[in-house]
């Protein structure tokens, strides 16, 4: 009996106030794309919660996670960056050595949020078989404000 190769699953989580993730998603067509935003009024760490119970859930049998994308908004307190540790962590778990793992936010983030991310991204990179990146946005190009979708 022939076993069927798995197709690839892509997890968007998309942080409230962040920017769709458009440039960090390039390369991926052929992915089972799931996405899951958080809601007005969810806290960091109840969409952390929430995200980490639905991920094992979001794919068929004959889907494997291989990819996820965190779209970051501009917070950088602890509650945020708690909250994309957990992100990290459980999804990590699930995303084989062949995936990749991205942190992500605008082309016009701040420096306090890139800093928070690479430093996030080093530290989960230790622990997983996955690539841990991240990406801000198309760098040396000036966002049309058309593109820019924020989800509000």
Do not use: Y
Not at 45 to 50: G, K, P, S, W
Not at 71 to 99: F, H, Q, V
């Amino acid at each position: 009996m022939r076993k069927t190769q798995k197709r690839a699953g892509l997890l968007v989580a998309v942080e409230l106030g962040a920017e769709w993730p458009d440039a960090a998603l390039g390369g991926r067509f052929d992915a089972v794309r799931r996405v899951v935003a958080q809601m007005e009024g969810e806290s960091p760490e109840a969409f952390a919660a929430r995200l980490g119970a639905l991920a094992g859930r979001l794919f068929t049998d004959r889907t494997e996670l291989r990819d996820a994308v965190v779209a970051c908004n501009e917070r950088t307190d602890p509650a945020a960056s708690s909250a994309r540790r957990s992100i990290g962590s459980a999804l990590l778990g699930r995303i084989g050595p062949g995936g990749t793992f991205v942190l992500a936010a605008g082309p016009r983030a701040g420096g306090r949020l890139r800093h928070a991310l690479s430093g996030l991204a080093l530290s989960l990179a230790t622990q997983a078989s996955a690539n841990v990146t991240v990406h801000f946005g198309n760098e040396g190009e000036e966002p049309c404000e058309r593109a820019i979708a924020r989800v509000a």
